[in-house]
């Protein structure tokens, strides 16, 4: 054998070498702007860090902290951002559970001198009945009073369903910015941010967080693929989705997993509820007529999302999933956060092909949830949190939300495409900027939220959707097939719009009160029922409709 | 005397491994567990493993996750030994290229690898393409082939995926047969699949079990391939899901108990039916080395073409990555319509990269010493010593493929957390010795399996030689032991180093800080990039692979004429 045929050591070494040259040949063969420097400095005038968890993505990250490193540098303080990304919303959330529960034992224990129990451990990140005593109201107050932290400063993104979340279990603390700026925070002020948009709350009372930018859930689809299924008008609203021939053909997000995919299905049950409430008796009272829309609203809601859950290819964790398999084909329609829509346009157009992908918004039935930033308790840099917050809701921070890449105020690499929430940014002498023509506060108008009517069971709506949709999937969609094929006879159709186990008054009641439990074990009974139920019911229905019946 | 300090050299190395198996692998994972055995008053309980069990759809969820692990294993067993024996059997044109190109299939982040499959296989993928343009789907009509029938999808993919674990292990093995046996046995008349079933496969049972054992308990608990076909009635994609949840789950925790006993129970089983792991090598001598045949030349056209079809399929994904992250559009179309470097600029340049290179190495390098470290002396204890303990010692050693890496990574958390006597590990501050610890115990058993499956080959007789003309343990270790194991260590080196580079959920947990982030991380942050994530994440994934072949090559250079050709082109050669 000769040598040449061998493999030379020098030669690997060079090759490996090389490989590891490639990026900093791509760095330096970059268009644009230097490189920023890493967040270490040693120097002795080394920058002040402030801490933020986020599940944002590098874009964001990249574009925020590059503004408010310049914003601060303009104020004579040198300053960096340390993103903490532990992974997606659920991950966040769990770590900070984690974290704060650490500190906290380590306070009752140490500082306090008392004794870690079960008891203390589910009560002092839970609100507290009102004049609630004993150990565990004791746990409560004390860390309601303490400055235990998790190492972090601010928590930043996530919807606000986990502003909600981390503020009711108190985790998240007042900031001061809401009373210290009436000019964004007064109400009725021209120009201020309304507390609620169409029922959504845009900042919470007690300060403890603000939304700083907003999004909505809607629809995006191939075209090709509604061809390919002979659908030759874009869905614009949800019970388009419930048409048979999306069969295996949707991509949602599980409300289990996402407070503002959840927020999401709640408005078409609203939305069902509200048009409920105009087939009402006229002449009842209007308590009857509110009992009536509920209990009506929420069972044709059910139904329609059934028969949505039927055609659906999956219910995903992951929300930019759903516009990549839209985009590459695999989906003809998902349910998508517009500012993924958006960007998914935007790339496919960068590729040659804008006519591709397209969005709707159903007007009507979607909610704006606000994207919070929450001050946490014991913030290790108060003060620049605080900053960071009033740079956010300031018009520099806001123009990153949606100014096109290089515009005067814009992002410099990354256009968001996210709608920011401070609402003179909506002015026509700044559509020339902007990527959106999206008005949040005009769209919103045409719904009327009614919270008391649906905001106490969106927990308790999520579970139902697991048991009736997500995890009998094949057997439903196997159902609903059998019912489309045989042209939905009555007495199968009848029985798979039998909502018996989950009627209003069961969800509200029973179901409601087992994921209340202290013990999971009832929340466990229940999802075991719900879904052999379910299982049965549609296996039944699949063979009545095969018979024709 | 020297018995004495033999078993005190033994009793302390099982408690130092036992204890460094206690403390990063069993107390973390208790932590992540705790929640399915006690109850919210603190009592234990198995009332939510019941739960679990009630449930119909965890248990066919966990039926198809048996199942899927049944069926990958004798695919990759069946793919991976038979272009082993092919490829260590016969010199045949192309061989050191194709030998060479067989784990590249192991060599893309998890992610990665399923973006290259969606455009082969989604709907307006690749393959759909090539069936257009043969006029095979009437109507413009595109068959969703990753969907409909899921089983046979997830089965096939995962075992393109996993057989090189088999090739690796199975060709090491085959290395250090004996060639006298086979050629005695020849002598008497016995060919082909006889000589294979009688003579090789026996002396390559230890190599086999060592891949069929990982592939196993890697294919039960395969979350990206199910994940990727939305296969969601599968157990790990239930426990990922429950993972997910912002509300309690009761269930998710029951299940990853469930998984490890059935993953204990599963080794236990394999162990069982191939049988005689424990057994050393028979010959009282050195084994003359085996040397590949030259057959007829068409037999080695044939072989070139089968070889070359198998290591083809298996590299499609790799092949449709590269092709992606130099794509300007690939929809509907068999090749891209249009190329450009901008992806990969963009991405292999940016800001990220070159501090997560940096940080990669750093971790992996500490991890795979470590896994080698650790490994061998478990492998050791097992296979040699037979040491009281060192079975239980072995089996632990296994969980790290059967728990679900999130789980995991939030163990490790708890563990140094604040107020914990290892706070000083806070991964916070500085992730480096935690995330070396969880890539060395993650990625231990596949150093432990080959270097078991390397002392169960190598004749015990030989060490005794030497030790009868008066050298010590370690000498005897050092000159004659470990030379001839060192096929086997590379081969289980080779995985560990290249799946650590690799790792997902322990990178994405525990580096928190950009400063920390290692290569994966990286890579996942790139692909959340909105529109062309998707390019960015697939030109990560090419350096990746580059780097990782380079490195493969620069070790089998390095450390040529210590082997016996693992990944090498030409044993015969070498071994002279």
Request: hydrophobic share 50%; charged share 20%.
């Amino acid at each position: 054998m000769t040598s040449s045929r061998r493999l030379s050591p020098l030669g690997a070494g060079a090759a490996v070498l090389a490989v590891l040259g490639l990026p900093f040949l791509a760095r330096s063969a970059r268009p644009g702007p230097a490189p920023s420097k890493p967040a270490a400095d040693t120097r002795a005038n080394a920058p002040e860090t402030l801490i933020v968890m986020t599940p944002s993505n590098e874009a964001v990250r990249y574009e925020l902290g590059r503004a408010f490193v310049a914003y601060m540098g303009r104020r004579g303080r040198k300053v960096e951002v340390d993103w903490r990304a532990v992974g997606g919303t659920a991950e966040i959330g769990r770590y900070l559970t984690a974290q704060y529960e650490a500190s906290f034992r380590r306070y009752w224990t140490g500082a306090l001198g008392h004794r870690w129990s079960a008891a203390v451990a589910g009560a002092f990140a839970r609100p507290a009945a009102p004049g609630a005593t004993g150990e565990a109201a004791e746990a409560r107050r004390a860390f309601l009073a303490s400055n235990v932290g998790c190492g972090a400063d601010l928590l930043f993104g996530g919807g606000s369903p986990e502003g909600v979340r981390h503020a009711n279990a108190g985790r998240l603390v007042d900031a001061g910015v809401v009373t210290r700026h009436p000019e964004l925070f007064g109400g009725d002020e021209p120009g201020a941010i309304p507390p609620q948009l169409a029922g959504e709350p845009l900042w919470d009372r007690e300060g403890r967080w603000v939304g700083v930018c907003l999004s909505s859930f809607g629809i995006c689809f191939n075209r090709d693929g509604l061809a390919r299924l002979a659908l030759f008008r874009p869905p614009t609203a949800w019970e388009a989705l419930a048409a048979p021939r999306y069969q295996g053909e949707l991509a949602l997000a599980d409300p289990t997993k996402s407070g503002s995919v959840a927020t999401s299905f709640e408005m078409i049950i609203q939305s069902q509820m509200s048009r409920a409430l105009a087939d009402a008796p006229p002449g009842a009272d209007p308590a009857t007529r509110s009992a009536f829309a509920r209990r009506e609203g929420w069972a044709r809601a059910m139904r329609l999302i059934r028969r949505i859950g039927a055609n659906a290819r999956y219910f995903t964790d992951a929300a930019a999933k759903i516009p990549l398999d839209v985009s590459t084909g695999d989906a003809a329609a998902g349910m998508c956060i517009d500012y993924y829509g958006r960007s998914q346009i935007e790339a496919s157009a960068a590729a040659g092909h804008p006519e591709r992908v397209g969005f709707a918004s159903p007007v009507g039935e979607t909610a704006y949830n606000a994207d919070p930033v929450g001050l946490l308790r014991g913030a290790p840099h108060r003060e620049l949190a605080v900053a960071f917050i009033e740079f956010l809701l300031s018009e520099e921070g806001q123009k990153l939300w949606d100014f096109r890449r290089g515009t005067p105020g814009g992002p410099d690499r990354y256009t968001l495409r996210r709608l920011p929430i401070l609402p003179r940014l909506y002015d026509p002498a700044l559509e020339e900027y902007r990527a959106d023509a999206d008005n949040p506060y005009e769209d919103a108008k045409s719904f009327e939220y009614r919270e008391s009517w649906t905001e106490p069971l969106v927990g308790a709506m999520a579970f139902i959707i697991r048991a009736m949709c997500v995890e009998p999937e094949t057997e439903l969609a196997d159902a609903y097939r059998a019912l489309a094929e045989a042209r939905f006879p009555p007495r199968a159709t009848s029985l798979f719009d039998d909502l018996a186990l989950v009627d209003y008054a069961a969800a509200s009641g029973p179901i409601r009160a087992a994921l209340n439990a202290p013990d999971p074990l009832e929340q466990a009974h229940w999802a075991t029922r719900l879904t052999r139920h379910f299982l049965a019911l549609y296996r039944e229905v699949a063979a009545l409709a095969r018979q024709g019946l | 005397m020297a018995s004495g300090g033999r078993r005190s050299a033994v009793s302390a190395a099982v408690v130092f491994v036992g204890g460094v198996l206690a403390l990063f692998l069993v107390w973390p994972l208790a932590e992540a567990v705790r929640g399915a055995l006690v109850d919210p008053r603190g009592r234990l309980t198995i009332a939510y493993v019941a739960a679990v069990l009630d449930n119909p759809v965890y248990v066919t969820g966990f039926e198809h996750a048996l199942a899927i692990a049944v069926a990958t294993t004798l695919v990759s067993v069946v793919i991976g030994t038979g272009l082993a024996t092919v490829l260590a059997g016969y010199d045949f044109p192309g061989k050191r290229w194709l030998r060479g190109l067989v784990p590249l299939p192991l060599m893309l982040p998890p992610f990665v690898g399923a973006i290259g499959i969606r455009q082969l296989f989604g709907r307006e993928g690749v393959w759909n393409a090539f069936l257009g343009a043969l006029h095979l789907l009437p109507g413009g009509q595109r068959v969703d082939w990753l969907r409909d029938g899921r089983f046979a999808v997830v089965v096939a993919l995962t075992a393109l995926h996993l057989f090189p674990v088999v090739y690796l292990n199975v060709q090491a093995a085959l290395t250090r047969r004996d060639a006298d046996l086979e050629d005695a046995a020849r002598g008497l008349g016995c060919h082909g699949l006889g000589l294979f079933w009688k003579i090789t496969l026996p002396s390559i049972l230890p190599g086999l079990f060592a891949a069929a054992s990982i592939v196993l308990i890697w294919s039960f608990t395969e979350l990206g391939v199910p994940l990727m076909c939305d296969y969601t009635r599968v157990t790990s994609v239930q426990i990922f899901s429950g993972l997910k949840d912002i509300g309690r789950n009761p269930f998710v925790y029951a299940l990853v108990v469930i998984v490890l006993a059935a993953t204990t129970a599963l080794y236990g089983t394999i162990r069982m039916v191939l049988g005689r792991v424990g057994t050393t090598g028979r010959a009282g001598r050195s084994p003359r080395p085996y040397m590949p045949r030259r057959p007829s030349p068409m037999a080695a056209a044939a072989m070139t073409v089968a070889v070359t079809a198998v290591v083809g399929v298996a590299a499609l994904p790799n092949i449709a990555v590269v092709l992606l992250a130099f794509a300007r559009d690939w929809y509907g179309t068999i090749l891209p319509s249009g190329l450009t470097i901008e992806h990969f600029r963009a991405a292999v340049g940016h800001d990220l990269v070159v501090t997560s290179i940096g940080n990669s190495l750093r971790y992996v390098t500490l991890s795979t010493g470590a896994d080698l470290a650790v490994g061998t002396v478990i492998a050791w204890l097992a296979v040699r010593a037979r040491a009281p303990g060192a079975r239980v010692v072995d089996a632990l050693a296994m969980l790290p493929l059967a728990v679900p890496g999130l789980v995991m990574a939030f163990g490790y958390f708890a563990i140094a957390r604040e107020g914990r006597p290892l706070a000083f590990l806070n991964p916070v501050k500085n992730p480096t010795a935690l995330l070396v610890i969880a890539y060395t115990i993650r990625r231990l058993p596949f150093v432990i399996r080959s270097a078991s499956a390397g002392f169960a080959q190598v004749s015990v007789t030989l060490e005794e030689a030497a030790a009868s003309v008066g050298a010590g343990r370690l000498a005897t270790f050092a000159r004659i032991t470990l030379p001839l194991i060192t096929p086997q260590l590379l081969a289980g080196g080779v995985l560990a180093f290249a799946l650590s580079m690799l790792e997902v959920s322990d990178s994405l947990v525990l580096a928190q800080r950009q400063a920390t982030y290692p290569i994966t991380k990286t890579v996942y942050e790139l692909f959340q990039l909105l529109g062309e994530g998707r390019q960015m994440a697939a030109a990560l994934g090419v350096w990746a692979m580059l780097f990782l072949v380079t490195v493969v090559w620069f070790v089998t250079a390095a450390l040529r004429g210590r082997l016996d050709g693992v990944f090498r082109g030409d044993v015969n050669d070498d071994s002279r």
